[in-house]
């Protein structure tokens, strides 16, 4: 490396959380400030391209008052639907939480998924340590496929 290269080092973990947080503050007040002085302009250019109604809409004609009032009542709304959900799982609790109607599975045998799979107890063996096995059945007959064990 020579005098003129700048070696940049970018260790994260080194830095505490209260730096992270000051910078990600200082951050976002740097845009903040960024986007209010660019705001004029944006302003002039969308007066231009046609925008000022979208303002006269809202603003002066009061329909932000209204989209506030729209907003209220899909909260009271989402409010509601979100009792009738808990209501609704609450009765299931109480209803069906006692009971234990879930099955446990017989435990299978290495020799008889070997003997149904017809591989190797070796490649059993690769299979169970793989973490997604993907099998491709070759239907050759009806029989093949009710079962789904090759003959």
Excluded: C
Excluded at 46 to 61: A, D, N, S, V
Excluded at 69 to 93: E, P
């Amino acid at each position: 490396m020579t005098e003129k290269e700048i070696k940049i080092i970018e260790r994260p973990d080194l830095k505490s959380r209260f730096r992270n947080l000051t910078e990600t503050g200082i951050t976002a007040f740097m845009w903040a400030a960024w986007i209010y002085l660019l705001m004029p302009l944006a302003n002039i250019l969308l007066w231009i391209f046609g925008i000022r109604i979208f303002y006269i809409e809202l603003i002066e004609k009061s329909g932000f008052s209204k989209i506030m009032d729209m907003i209220y009542n899909m909260g009271w709304i989402a409010v509601a639907v979100f009792l009738s959900f808990w209501l609704w799982g609450y009765y299931n609790l109480k209803r069906y939480g006692k009971m234990h109607r879930r099955r446990t599975l017989r435990p299978r045998h290495d020799e008889k998924m070997l003997n149904a799979l017809g591989i190797s107890p070796e490649l059993h063996r690769m299979m169970r340590m793989q973490k997604e096995v993907v099998f491709e059945w070759r239907i050759e007959s009806m029989k093949d496929y009710q079962t789904g064990i090759k003959y």
